[in-house]
């Protein structure tokens, strides 16, 4: 089975602090992906990478930035972090080819900006 | 804009009886749909997925529905057990099917009462 792991699944950090989420999938993976999940707001994408050095802006992606050195693992990056920021962090990988948008998550990490 | 949604927040069903979850999408696009299941303190897991191309697909317990004429999808569940307590959320590509992007909806909550 397809294991994506998060680092974290609590973290507390302090408005103004860089703050790095990091995401690991043991499948080989090419497609990586970020959501938040809010309530009521369901899941939303930050950013999504397709290969090793490539990104590409999802829908929210002010305050954020992503990493993708190695193939299997996906970092996202707050810059200086806001309390706004506060949310659930969910990594998902899939595969290219047919089944591209089956979408393998993580446990998530619940972030809380103070 | 495009949008996936759910037409109830929560679902309340008698463990045994059947439950059925809905969601509408707007994007006449989307050629693939898919249902997550997440748990308390989980992420989403795979439960079935369809193509455009059907309007039905069974799974374990778990039978989806596409009627692309009202642009609807439902998923249904025998015997709903305590087990299947959870968020359910359907997704949408919204016709990127080279990208691996999906569409969230909100999210209905089933509760199983015993």
């Known amino acids: 089975d397809v294991k994506v792991t998060q680092s974290s699944r609590y973290l507390v950090k302090r408005t103004g602090e860089k703050v790095f989420l990091e995401c690991v999938q043991d499948?080989?993976?090419?497609?990586m992906f970020w959501y938040r999940q809010d309530p009521g707001l369901g899941l939303r994408l930050i950013y999504f990478?397709?290969?090793?050095?490539?990104?590409e802006k999802g829908d929210i992606p002010e305050g954020y930035s992503v990493s993708r050195e190695k193939k299997e693992r996906f970092s996202l990056i707050l810059e200086s972090a806001s309390t706004n920021q506060t949310s659930m962090y969910l990594c998902?990988?899939?595969?290219?080819?047919?089944?591209?948008?089956?979408?393998?998550f993580g446990s998530g990490t619940q972030l809380s900006v103070l | 804009g495009e949008s996936v949604g759910l037409h109830l927040p929560t679902l309340s069903v008698q463990e045994g009886d059947n439950s059925i979850i809905n969601c509408a999408y707007s994007?006449?696009?989307?050629?693939?749909f898919i249902w997550y299941k997440q748990e308390s303190g989980k992420g989403p897991q795979f439960i079935i997925d369809?193509?455009?191309?059907?309007d039905k697909r069974q799974g374990q317990r778990v039978t989806v529905l596409l009627n692309k004429t009202v642009k609807h999808l439902s998923l249904q569940i025998a015997a709903t057990q305590p087990g299947d307590s959870a968020v359910y959320f359907c997704?949408?590509?919204?016709?990127?099917?080279?990208?691996?992007?999906?569409?969230f909806g909100q999210g209905t909550t089933l509760q199983v009462k015993p």
């Open positions: 369809i193509r455009s191309n059907m």
């Open positions: 998902a990988s899939s595969s290219t080819g047919p089944t591209n948008e089956k979408l393998f």
């Open positions: 499948m080989d993976h090419e497609n």
């Open positions: 994007n006449s696009a989307s050629d693939y």
């Open positions: 990478s397709y290969d090793v050095k490539m990104k």
């Open positions: 997704a949408e590509n919204a016709g990127s099917s080279n990208t691996g992007k999906l569409i």
